[in-house]
C-alpha cells in the first residue's frame, strides 16, 4: 500500500525533489500529497506546483506564539492524513505538541554527523574545527532538537582549500541520495522507532541501529 507523504519546506526544496523524484520512479513506496512551507514564494513551492502537488503556505510570521503556530500546522497537515512527514530544509524549531503528534512518523535531514554540530552553520563549524570528514545524518524527530535517533548517516571529505560552500555542495549530493532510502524504509514500515530504557531507539528490519545509525560505505 502506497503511503502518504507530507514534505515541510522552507526554501529552495532540493531534498523536496529528491523525495519526489524516488517517488515518481518507484524507489519510494510512497506518494507526497502535500507541501507545506512556512515562507512563501519559495522555490520548492515552485517545484511542487510543478509536479501537479497540493501545496501551501503558513507564514509563521502571522502567528503570535510558536504554540499557535503548530497547532495550526497541525490541522493543515492532518487535512492530508498523512503516513509519514518529512522536514526538507524546514526551518522551525518544534514544539512538543507538534513532535509529539507525529512521534514516529517524521524524520528531518541535518547537515553533520550528529551528534556533532547541532543547530545551525554546521559546514563552517566543521572548518574552522579542523575535522577531517563531515557528513549528514537523517534521524528521527524527537523533542531534542537534532537529537532523536539516527537512521542513516553519509561522510564527505574536508580538503584544506574548502570552503562553507565547497562542504555545502557535496553534502547535498549524500543527501540526495540517503533520504529517499531512508524514507522508503519507514514507507515500507521497515524502519520503526520506539522508547528503550528511557531514550528513543531506530530499528530497521527488526535490529536495532547503533547511535551513528545504519552502517553504510
Known amino acids: 500500500m502506497t503511503k502518504k507523504i507530507v514534505v515541510l519546506i522552507s526554501g529552495n526544496g532540493s531534498n523536496l525533489q529528491a523525495i519526489m523524484d524516488g517517488c515518481s520512479s518507484n524507489a519510494i513506496a510512497g506518494q507526497v500529497v502535500a507541501v507545506v512551507s512556512n515562507r512563501p514564494n519559495v522555490y520548492g513551492l515552485q517545484r511542487a506546483a510543478d509536479a501537479d502537488i497540493a501545496n501551501a503556505v503558513l507564514d ?6 510558536r504554540d499557535d ?8 497537515i492532518d487535512k492530508y492524513q498523512p503516513d509519514v512527514v518529512i522536514l526538507a530544509g524546514f526551518m522551525r524549531i518544534l514544539t512538543a505538541n507538534f513532535v509529539n503528534h507525529y ?24 572548518i574552522d574545527n579542523g575535522d577531517k570528514e563531515h557528513g549528514v545524518s537523517v534521524h528521527f524527530v524527537t523533542e531534542e532538537l537534532d537529537g532523536g ?13 574548502d570552503s562553507a560552500d565547497d562542504l555545502a555542495q557535496r553534502i547535498h549530493v549524500q543527501e540526495h541520495r540517503i533520504y529517499p532510502m531512508v524514507t522508503d524504509w519507514l514507507c515500507r514500515e521497515r524502519l520503526k522507532m520506539q522508547a528503550q530504557d528511557g531514550e528513543f531507539i531506530a530499528i530497521l528490519d527488526h535490529h536495532i541501529l547503533a547511535k551513528q545509525g545504519y552502517a553504510i560505505d
Do not use: C, W
Request: hydrophobic fraction near 40%.
Open 69 to 76: 503556530y503548530d497547532l495550526a500546522l497541525i490541522e493543515l
Open 149 to 161: 535517533p539516527v537512521v542513516l548517516q553519509a561522510k564527505v571529505p574536508i580538503f584544506p582549500e
Open 103 to 126: 512521534q514516529g512518523k517524521m524524520l528531518n535531514i541535518h547537515p553533520s554527523l550528529l551528534p556533532k554540530y547541532q543547530g545551525l552553520n554546521t559546514h563552517q563549524r566543521a
Open 60 to 65: 509563521h510570521k502571522q502567528f503570535e506564539t
